[in-house]
C-alpha cells in the first residue's frame, strides 16, 4: 500500500500487497503481492499469492495457478456462474455454467444409495447408474424424467394415502383404497330418481359426485355411501376420496384374492356385501361381495335398504 495517498479504509498484509492502489477505498489485501489491476477500486478483495482484483466489489481468490479451492463447510452465494471467460451471468439464473467442451455432472449413484437418501427435498436430481438416467424426487417418491417411478409400484404397497390394488399398464397410475377398515354402513341412497351411473372402470369417482349432488338435500334421512366418501376430508393426507364402481370394486377382489395378507385388514368379516357407485335401475344398486369367489357381476341390492351395508373409500393416482 506504498503508493496510496487519498484513498481510505484500505488493509493490506504481505509484500507489495495493494501497492497500486492509490485513491481507491474499502479494498483488501492479503499475500505477497496481492493488489489491485487499478488504482482507484473500491471495495475490492485479493486473497493469496499474487491475486488480482481487476473490479471493484469483486474478490479473488489466488492467482491462475490456484486450480482448487476446499472447503468442509458450505458456500452461500446470491449466485453463482462458472465461466472461463469476463462476460457477467445471466440475471435470471440463480446459477450458471458457461462452457462448450465440458458439461454438467451431477451426483452419479445406484438405487441403493439413492432410496438411502434421508428426507429428500422437492426436486432434489441424481443419475442413477442403475438405470443410466437421470431422476428426481417429486415429495413422494423418486421419478425419471418420463414421469415413471424409479421403484416399480407394487399391488399392497402402501402409496399416496392408501393401498395400492390396482396398476394400468403404464405402471403410473391406479387405484388405491384407504388402508383401514371403515366400519360404516349406509344405504345407497333413495330410489325416487336415476342417477345414470356406470358400471365402468374409470366411473367410481364420477358415480359419486353425481349422487352426492344428487342426495345433499335426502340428508341426514340417507346418509348415502357415496356421500360418505366425498365427506372424508382428509384421510392419510388425501381428500379425494369416492365410492368405486362395480368394475372397480371387482378389482379389488382380485387383488385381494392374489395377495390377502396385505388386503385382509381393510375387509369387514361379518358382511360379505360391498356397495358400489353403480346403480341396477331406479330402486336397486350393485353390491359386491369379496369373501367367496368374485362373481361376474355383482349382487342387487335395495337402494334404501334400513340395514346398510359395508363400503370401500378409494383414490385414483
Known amino acids: 500500500m506504498i503508493n496510496n495517498s487519498i484513498g481510505s479504509n484500505n488493509t493490506a498484509v504481505g509484500n507489495n500487497a495493494l501497492s497500486n492502489n492509490i485513491s481507491g477505498s474499502n479494498n483488501t489485501a492479503l499475500g505477497n503481492l496481492a493488489n489491485t489491476s487499478l488504482d482507484n477500486l473500491s471495495n475490492a478483495t485479493a486473497i493469496g499469492q499474487g491475486a488480482i482484483a481487476n473490479a471493484s466489489n469483486k474478490m479473488v481468490l489466488g492467482n491462475t495457478a490456484v486450480t482448487l479451492v476446499q472447503t468442509s463447510g458450505t458456500l452461500q452465494s446470491k449466485g453463482l456462474y462458472i465461466t472461463a471467460d469476463a462476460t457477467a451471468k445471466n440475471a435470471s439464473a440463480a446459477l450458471e455454467v458457461k462452457s462448450t467442451t465440458q458439461g454438467l455432472l451431477p451426483p452419479r449413484m445406484d438405487t441403493a444409495q439413492l432410496f438411502s437418501i434421508a428426507t429428500p427435498a422437492n426436486g432434489l436430481t441424481v443419475y442413477c447408474t442403475t438405470y443410466k438416467k437421470p431422476v428426481y424426487w417429486d415429495g413422494v417418491d423418486w421419478y425419471f424424467y418420463d414421469g415413471s417411478r424409479v421403484k416399480p409400484l407394487v399391488l399392497g404397497e402402501y402409496y399416496m394415502g392408501g393401498l395400492v390394488y390396482y396398476i394400468d399398464g403404464t405402471g403410473r397410475h391406479g387405484l388405491i383404497?384407504?388402508?383401514?377398515?371403515?366400519?360404516?354402513?349406509?344405504?345407497?341412497?333413495?330410489?325416487?330418481?336415476?342417477?345414470?351411473?356406470?358400471?365402468?372402470?374409470?366411473?367410481?369417482?364420477?358415480?359419486?359426485?353425481?349422487?352426492?349432488?344428487?342426495?345433499?338435500?335426502?340428508?341426514?334421512?340417507?346418509?348415502?355411501?357415496?356421500?360418505?366418501?366425498?365427506?372424508?376430508?382428509?384421510?392419510?393426507?388425501?381428500?379425494?376420496?369416492?365410492?368405486?364402481?362395480?368394475?372397480?370394486?371387482?378389482?379389488?377382489?382380485?387383488?385381494?384374492?392374489?395377495?390377502?395378507?396385505?388386503?385382509?385388514?381393510?375387509?369387514?368379516?361379518?358382511?360379505?356385501?360391498y356397495l358400489t357407485s353403480s346403480e341396477y335401475d331406479i330402486s336397486n344398486a350393485y353390491a359386491y361381495s369379496v369373501v367367496s369367489q368374485y362373481p361376474e357381476m355383482g349382487t342387487i341390492v335395495t337402494k334404501t335398504s334400513a340395514f346398510g351395508y359395508s363400503f370401500f373409500a378409494i383414490r385414483k393416482f
Open 177 to 273: 383404497v384407504i388402508s383401514y377398515p371403515l366400519y360404516v354402513y349406509r344405504s345407497w341412497g333413495p330410489d325416487n330418481r336415476l342417477m345414470n351411473t356406470s358400471t365402468l372402470l374409470g366411473s367410481g369417482e364420477g358415480n359419486t359426485n353425481r349422487i352426492a349432488f344428487n342426495h345433499r338435500y335426502d340428508l341426514p334421512a340417507y346418509p348415502s355411501a357415496a356421500s360418505y366418501c366425498d365427506s372424508l376430508v382428509t384421510v392419510d393426507g388425501y381428500s379425494d376420496w369416492y365410492l368405486p364402481s362395480l368394475y372397480e370394486t371387482k378389482l379389488l377382489a382380485i387383488a385381494k384374492r392374489s395377495t390377502a395378507l396385505t388386503f385382509n385388514q381393510i375387509f369387514d368379516v361379518f358382511n360379505g356385501l
